[in-house]
């Protein structure tokens, strides 16, 4: 290959000739290099892709009574996230004499009891919706490719698409009656009088936050847990025993 | 008797295909890499399905790795310089030499309580980057520096955007600097939350988290 082929004829040599050399070069070298610069190049680049995740915290700033918005109880999803990323929930206003008004939920999607399902039942109407703008948009992005107009015109209509599907969205988000949940974590706690333990990891609650955004949920806040959330979580956690010993909530 | 000859083969070995092999692995590692940035410490984000693309400029970078410790980097070169300044005049009993304030201002990474600041920038500089993980910036109720920081590097910065000629014809959210958290995943609950807190006391209300792209 990187070889010029010299033509041989027999041996004999007219007179005059010039000697044909054998043409070889030899990429051992350059190979040599290639790899060490594919070895630096795979050792100094990353792979996994870096994406971010707005969130909007709700403002500290004091608000009066008639600023607050009311939320109904019948909206309202608490998720508590608790020691060792156990994960509960309970619906509307919380019952402190009944352990069992705490649910145990968890975040792996295929589970029975997991967010995912709740808030996939809760928010139908919405998820409905923005499957809907979904669809329409991909059936928009499918017409506008099959009429092969120029790149800017090409471009500029799927913008147009995008801004009526966004708009579509956030409308969907904020149907009436869609969940409004509040997700609250646990912080480490040493000697408190209801539970005891190292609290939640941050990857609990991108995973909360993550199933936000699947289920499509429009309004929804990280919130400091309270005590009583705690007391539910450790009256849940001792089946009852907590509120029976406890005057917390009577 | 008769010779057996034994016939010479040659031992080249044609490397012209593995060149060509390499040149191609090498061309689609340099065309689809980005760089591992240096930061103080190496952090595994979380995974999640959000897609937004992490803004390139004008931003703010929280750093919290497992143990609690916080780092802060700014992109902004006039920014970090005019941060210092302001922390300077906060913090009067600590001066810095120019030869010193000229070091901070090189590195986007910094994260050293102010008070031990004079012995850390006095460092060989290709030193710091290594060292600066055993620092972090403190963030407690009673010495929170974190707080200071934040809010003297989003004032300088919307400052310095203000100074810009096209100002006007930016998007809101172009006006000031972006706050993005980068956190381990193991990181407990309670640092991540002083800093959301701290920051939600500086009304910076909206900011990013780094996750990772997963499929879900």
Redesign the interface.
Same mark, same amino acid.
């Given at each position: 290959?990187?070889?010029v082929e010299v033509k041989d004829n027999g041996g004999k040599k007219k007179k005059g000739q010039q000697k044909k050399m054998n043409i070889?070069v030899?990429?051992?070298p350059?190979?040599d290099m290639?790899?060490l610069?594919?070895t630096f190049?795979?050792l100094?680049?990353?792979m996994?892709?870096?994406?971010?995740?707005?969130?909007?915290? *709700?403002?500290?700033?004091a608000v009066t009574e008639e600023q607050q918005s009311k939320l109904k109880a019948s909206e309202a999803i608490t998720i508590l996230?608790g020691d060792n990323d156990k994960v509960f929930y309970y619906l509307g206003e919380p019952d402190y004499k009944d352990f069992n008004s705490l649910v145990e939920t968890s975040l792996n *999607?295929e589970d029975e009891n997991s967010i995912r399902n709740l808030l996939l039942d809760r928010n139908e109407e919405v998820i409905g919706l923005v499957d809907e703008a979904n669809k329409a948009y991909e059936e928009g992005q499918a017409n506008v490719k099959a009429m092969h107009l120029s790149k800017a015109d090409t471009e500029a209509k799927l913008a147009e698409l995008m801004t009526v599907r966004d708009d579509a969205v956030s409308e969907a988000k904020k149907t009436k009656g869609a969940p409004m949940v509040v997700i609250k974590?646990?912080?480490?706690t040493e000697n408190h009088d209801y539970v005891n333990g190292?609290?939640?990891?941050?990857?609990s609650?991108?995973?909360v936050?993550?199933e936000m955004?699947?289920c499509s949920v429009g309004k929804y806040a990280?919130v400091?847990i309270t005590d009583g959330d705690l007391f539910l979580i450790g009256n849940y956690l001792s089946k009852g025993e907590l509120a029976a010993s406890s005057d917390f909530g009577k | 008797m008769a010779k057996v000859k034994v016939k010479r083969k040659s031992t080249l070995i044609d490397m012209t295909a593995m060149s060509d092999v390499t040149v191609l692995l090498l061309t689609f590692f340099m065309l689809t890499s980005t760089f591992v940035q240096q930061e103080p410490v190496q952090t595994i984000t979380p995974a999640s399905v959000s897609e937004f693309e992490i803004p390139s400029q004008d931003v703010l970078k929280v750093l919290i790795e497992p143990n609690g410790k916080v780092f802060l980097g700014l992109d902004n070169f006039n920014d970090r310089a005019a941060a210092l300044d302001e922390m300077l005049k906060v913090h009067s009993d600590v001066t810095l030499t120019e030869e010193q304030k000229n070091t901070f201002r090189l590195s986007e990474w910094f994260g050293v309580p102010v008070n031990q600041m004079p012995e850390f920038l006095s460092m060989r500089f290709e030193d710091q980057a290594g060292e600066l993980k055993n620092y972090g910036v403190p963030c407690d109720s009673i010495d929170n520096q974190f707080k200071e920081w934040v809010d003297f590097a989003t004032r300088c910065g919307s400052q310095r955007m203000k100074e810009d000629p096209a100002y006007d014809e930016l998007e809101n959210s172009q006006k000031r600097l972006k706050i993005i958290i980068k956190a381990d995943k193991k990181t407990p609950y309670d640092v991540v939350k002083k800093v959301m807190d701290t920051l939600q006391e500086l009304r910076q209300n909206r900011f990013s988290l780094i996750t990772t792209l997963s499929e879900g």
């Open positions: 290959m990187a070889q070889h030899d990429f051992t350059m190979v290639n790899m610069l594919i190049f795979m100094c680049t990353t996994t892709e870096s994406r971010t995740m707005d969130l909007v915290m *709700p403002s500290k700033d996230i *999607p974590a646990k912080t480490t190292p609290g939640a990891t941050y990857s609650l991108v995973d936050l993550d955004i699947v990280v400091d | -």
